[in-house]
T-cell receptor, first 114, second 113 residues
Framework: AQSVTQPDIHITVSEGASLELRCNYS??????LFWYVQSPGQGLQLLLK??????LVQGIKGFEAEFKRSQSSFNLRKPSVHWSDAAEYFC????????????FGKGTHLIIQP | NAGVTQTPKFQVLKTGQSMTLQCAQD?????MSWYRQDPGMGLRLIHY???????DQGEVPNGYNVSRSTTEDFPLRLLSAAPSQTSVYFC????????????FGPGTRLTVL
């Protein structure tokens, strides 16, 4: 069965600083990987996804993520965070449309310090 | 397009009551699913459907029923609510290819007393 680990429950970053959120996955085949963001009281919005090709993927709001098969990782990065980036971030792995749906990590809560 | 819509936004039930959470999408997506979100647990799949007339269980199906009579609608039924079902429920839809994005509704916050 597939699984996702987000090692950091909370991360605090100063506004303007760089950000890296960690995600490790377990999946038997080539994974389909996603990062979603959830603002307080809101639904989930897709930031970016990887399913093949270039291992560095660009997303919305200035985010990027790098797929590293050897490390089973899909870490999310942003060079300079803004106060509006404060939210909950979820990494997910899945086959899409199939029995497994999406398997989510438990999330990382990002706090932005002024 | 409205995307994925869910009603109600908030609901309070007493133990043993029944209710239906509504979910609709206007993107002609074949795949629809229900997740529940609990603090520190991420999102967990309850039920899913790959088309009208076809449903199946996810990771945490107990206490929930679903049906899919149309492509657009995928209601989630709680037949006898329990406090353990207090959660935020999200509906999602996507096309059927593995790389297709799942689009999420705004969620329903359910409290069972």
């Amino acid at each position: 069965a597939q699984s996702v680990t987000q090692p950091d429950i909370h991360i605090t970053v100063s506004e303007g600083a760089s950000l890296e959120l960690r995600c490790n996955y377990s999946y038997g085949a080539t994974p389909y990987l996603f990062w979603y963001v959830q603002s307080p009281g809101q639904g989930l919005q897709l930031l970016l996804k990887y399913f093949s090709g270039d291992t560095l993927v660009q997303g919305i709001k200035g985010f990027e993520a790098e797929f590293k098969r050897s490390q089973s990782s899909f870490n999310l990065r942003k060079p300079s965070v803004h106060w509006s980036d404060a939210a909950e971030y979820f990494c997910a792995v899945g086959a899409g449309g199939g029995a497994d749906g999406l398997t989510f990590g438990k999330g990382t809560h990002l706090i932005i310090q002024p | 397009n409205a995307g994925v819509t869910q009603t109600p936004k908030f609901q309070v039930l007493k133990t043993g009551q029944s209710m239906t959470l509504q979910c609709a999408q206007d993107m002609n997506h074949e795949y629809m699913s229900w997740y529940r979100q609990d603090p520190g647990m991420g999102l967990r799949l309850i039920h899913y459907s790959v088309g009208a007339g076809i449903t199946d269980q996810g990771e945490v199906p107990n206490g929930y029923n679903v049906s899919r009579s149309t492509t657009e609608d995928f209601p989630l039924r709680l037949l006898s609510a329990a406090p353990s079902q207090t959660s935020v429920y999200f509906c999602a839809s996507s096309a059927l290819r593995a790389e297709d994005t799942q689009y999420f509704g705004p969620g329903t916050r359910l409290t069972v007393l």
